[in-house]
């Protein structure tokens, strides 16, 4: 009886370990001038940062910028690998060619995965190419807990990071190239010839105070990522939150993070080089889809919108747009066209959709 006891806490115990993983929602805030730890939550939790993936990729470019590699009116043309990646994408056909100033802001702003690996090939020759070098810089930085396996963020159990770790990227991206901040405060991008102006996913962005970057994800795996940051009288606060159910729940956290970060000055606070790790799920990522891309999970997200297809966002420092958002241009460059100012509301932030599984480059296969 006793032996039976033992086997059913047992099973208790690794059940509620379990439950917890799948609804841990992991997160960190950082005073980017100092560095300093402001709080943090199972900030060492291995995570799939699906889009924020796009970070590191952006700041591999930015190396590659600084070193004169390459510049900002480089082609970076759409191959063919590039353009069998899933959506989000812009849908270039093989051969199409964009600056990479403009594959830049389409990549930070709509999140377009086949224009994240036509730069990652434009700069490291090959998408593996690039992929060493992400995973370079990844070491370089003490980014211990992260490793990637794409320049896009698309599922593969291979591309995961932490909270912490991801902090410790956008901060430096903040630190070392401030020349190149606008990409990630851009509010929308204007394709021209009448296609929609497309908002950026980062609800932040106009409609919390100082908010100035910086990028979202979400795949089925990872639930609903942010790192999210505001400056205001000259000090930037940074949040990464990863794991939550809805992209309006991510910024309400976002925001209150980022709002308790400014009325703390961080006096006693670790650093991002000192905090030390801690908890549990080190190594090995949770997975949030059984959780969140079921039939009743995806419906219950569109529960968050009123009548009128607004998402409802529950926090009193987030507030409506009070300007149209401001898009920047983008196009190829022989059919590249000014900008033509678009009207959307919060009603037109795109709601992510379930994307599918990105197979390892060794069993890799055509993605339509």
């Known amino acids: 009886m006793s032996r ?13 370990a379990g439950l917890a993983s799948a609804t ?14 402001l709080s943090h939550e199972d900030a060492f939790m291995r995570w799939y940062p699906a889009s924020l993936t796009k970070l ?3 700041y591999v470019t930015f190396r590659a910028l600084a070193s004169g590699q390459v510049t900002l009116d480089s082609p970076v043309r759409m191959t063919l690998n590039a353009s069998k990646e899933p959506p989000s994408k812009m849908g270039y056909k093989p051969g ?3 600056t990479l100033d403009t594959a830049l802001n389409i990549m930070l702003v709509k999140s377009a995965n086949d224009v994240a690996v036509a730069v990652g090939e434009a700069i490291g020759g090959t998408e593996a190419g690039f992929v060493q070098r992400m995973n370079a810089e990844a070491q370089r930085l003490g980014m211990f ?6 320049p896009n963020g698309l599922h593969d159990p291979d591309n995961y990071s932490t909270a912490r770790d991801l902090a410790v990227l956008a901060t430096q991206i903040r630190r070392e190239f401030p020349q190149y901040a606008h990409y990630f405060a851009t509010e929308a991008i204007d394709p021209g010839k009448g296609k929609k102006v497309q908002a950026n996913y980062n609800i932040l962005l106009g409609r919390f105070d100082g908010a100035d970057g910086m990028k979202t994800g979400f795949v089925c795996a990872s639930g609903f990522n942010l790192a999210g940051s505001a400056t205001r009288n000259g000090r930037t606060i940074l949040a990464v939150v990863l794991g939550e159910s809805r992209q309006e729940t991510r910024a309400a956290k976002a925001a209150q993070l980022i709002t308790d970060g400014f009325r703390t000055n961080g006096a006693g606070a670790p650093t991002l080089a000192t905090l030390r790790p801690y908890g549990t799920n080190l190594a090995k990522a949770t997975d949030m889809r059984a959780a969140l891309c079921n ?5 219950d997200r569109w529960d968050g919108r009123d009548v009128e297809g607004k998402l409802k966002i529950d926090s009193p420092y987030i507030h409506p747009m009070r300007h149209e958002p401001r898009a920047v241009p983008v196009g190829l460059i022989a059919t590249a066209t000014a900008a033509k100012p678009g009207s959307i509301d919060i009603s037109q932030v795109p709601v992510p959709l379930p994307r599918p599984n990105r197979v390892p480059a060794s069993t890799q296969t055509a993605v339509n």
């Open 145 to 150: 807990g992260s490793h990637f396996a794409n």
């Open 56 to 58: 590191m990729t952006a």
């Open 96 to 98: 199409s060619v964009m």
């Open 295 to 299: 039939k009743q999970a995806m419906a």
């Open 4 to 16: 039976l006891l033992t086997i059913w806490m047992m099973a208790v115990m690794f059940a509620g």
């Open 24 to 37: 841990a929602t992991p997160s960190i805030t950082v005073d980017v001038g100092t560095g300093k730890v």
